[in-house]
């Protein structure tokens, strides 16, 4: 989860200095805050599905097996 967060940010910093076009390739604080949140933003919408799913079934309790009677005793 940390990488997609980590390689997002990266990836959309790459972007925005292609996108600023600054002569020293610096971005501005407020594109560089843009990036990070938009970053931040996608990782958590991607992720955080996975994570509902993982927490229901670590906190499933599990109910004994009832067993079927298929051959019962005659008397």
């Known amino acids: ?27 501005s604080f407020k594109v560089e805050t843009a990036c990070g949140a938009v970053a931040g933003g996608l990782a958590g919408f991607l ?3 996975l994570d509902v799913m993982k927490t229901l079934l670590q906190t499933q309790v ?3 097996a009832v067993r079927a009677n298929l051959f019962p005793r005659r008397k």
């Open 62 to 64: 599990k109910r004994p």
């Open 1 to 27: 989860m940390a990488d997609l967060l980590l390689y997002s940010l990266e990836k959309f910093k790459v972007e925005g200095r292609r996108w600023e076009a600054r002569p020293d390739g610096r971005m």
């Open 47 to 49: 992720t955080t599905p």
